[in-house]
């Protein structure tokens, strides 16, 4: 059974880089079916897509945040990270990783797995 | 991107009785490509729907989605105890993905 757990440092500073890591357990990242996610929630607020990886490398990221993310595979294909520069107080959230297929459109499909959730606050 | 707008934005129910959920999309939403979530306090959300009516793996027949172009609903019949907590619409057919801003359906 697939699961995705998210891990990291829940307290970043101002304008400094948030880092991430999803590991992936009962799956692979190498499977061509499916695409790999970042979405986040700030506290009391809805879900905004990060951007997500395929297996090959390719990503694709939400133009909001495009300038400062970047989302990668592990050596290992059992993780892939989040990194997201120049943080603020904004980014303060709920990130979680998650899972879809690859057959919809040619970045993006509805998530049917995701990890629990990692709460990253932004402060000095 | 295409915004999503969710009403009402909250919805108070009884136990047994039907919530129905409207998200409705300031473009048309491509091929149906239509979502809806689930997201209990402190959990991840959970899928429901998709392609706009259906149902994930292991998800109860009394969750129907209906719709298509720019307006969708989500209908539950007879709310169960564990149904209580606040639904999502997210749109897939075009980029950057988008989600709704969420319904809180809560016991009346």
């Known amino acids: 059974q697939l699961q995705l757990q998210e891990s990291g440092p829940g307290l970043v500073k101002p304008s400094e880089t948030l880092s991430l890591t999803c590991t992936v357990s009962g799956g692979s990242i190498s499977s061509s079916s499916y695409l790999w996610d970042w979405i986040r929630q700030p506290p009391g607020k809805g879900l905004e897509w990060i951007g997500n990886i395929y297996y090959s490398g390719t990503t694709h990221y939400n133009p909001s945040l495009e300038s400062r993310v970047t989302i990668s595979v592990g050596t290992s294909k059992k993780q892939y990270s989040l990194k997201l520069t120049s943080v603020t107080a904004a980014d303060t959230a709920v990130y979680y990783c998650a899972r879809g297929p690859t057959y919809c459109t040619s970045d993006s499909c509805y998530l049917t797995h995701w990890g629990q959730g990692a709460l990253v606050t932004v402060s000095s | 991107e295409i915004v999503l707008t969710q009403s009402p934005g909250t919805l108070s129910l009884s136990p047994g009785e039907r919530a129905t959920l409207s998200c409705r999309a300031s473009?048309?939403?491509?091929?149906?490509?239509l979502a809806w979530y689930q997201q209990k306090p402190g959990q991840a959300p959970r899928l429901l729907i998709y392609g706009a009516s259906t149902r994930a793996t292991g998800i109860p027949d009394r969750f129907s989605g209906s719709g298509s172009g720019t307006d969708f609903t989500l209908t539950i019949n007879r709310l169960e105890p564990e149904d209580f907590a606040v639904y999502y619409c997210q749109q897939y057919g075009s980029s950057p993905q988008t989600f709704g801003q969420g319904t809180k359906v809560e016991i009346k």
């Open positions: 473009q048309n939403v491509r091929v149906s490509y």
